[in-house]
């Protein structure tokens, strides 16, 4: 079962998409880090979160002393040249360690990461999935996209049009 380290924002445009509940059915081995836990400050989707994790589909992970280390050296050494916090170089150093995929819709961390070999994916590999497996009808995808579209002005509106054109094809 393949691992993935999930950043904040992944955790949040499930929730906002209505997709949280599907990644009890997807063959993954889903984690985050109990920095990324912290971010969440909308209780609603920190409770919907930590569902998941007494359900036991999301383990929040520590770094370790040696990670933490790690993680200093590359806030100092990417300080100034890009904005990457220390929960995204956490995610970033948790994946490399554990040699795992990272999801995130973070394109600097997306950038840096793939920079550094970690193999990187956002919430449309997600998505992918979640139609593949046949967990969810294309209609319902279709309104989880939207609503994610509608959620978060930062996402690849362009390759989520396209999903959306692709799944009404075939209704």
Sequence with gaps: MEIVVNDTNILIDLYNA??????KQLELDFRTLDLIIEE??????????????SE???????????????????VSFYGGKC???PEDISVMVYAQD??????????????KATLENVTVS??????????GDGI????????????????????????????IEHLRSQL
Excluded: W, Y
Aim: some cysteine; aromatic content about 2%; proline content about 2%.
């Design 40 to 53: 969440i400050e909308v209780e609603e989707q920190l409770s919907a979160v930590n569902k998941l994790v």
């Design 136 to 163: 969810l009808e294309p209609a319902d995808m279709i309104s989880a996209l939207e609503r994610l579209l509608q959620s978060n002005g930062r996402l690849p509106k362009r390759l989520i049009q396209e999903r």
């Design 98 to 111: 554990n040699h795992c995929r990272l999801l995130t819709g973070d394109k600097t961390l997306r950038e």
């Design 83 to 85: 904005n990457l916090s």
């Design 18 to 23: 209505g997709l949280l509940g599907c990644c």
């Design 56 to 74: 036991g589909i999301l383990k929040v992970c520590s770094l370790s002393g040696e990670q933490l280390a790690t993680v200093f050296e590359k």
């Design 122 to 131: 956002g919430i449309l590999f997600l998505t992918d999935m979640i139609i």
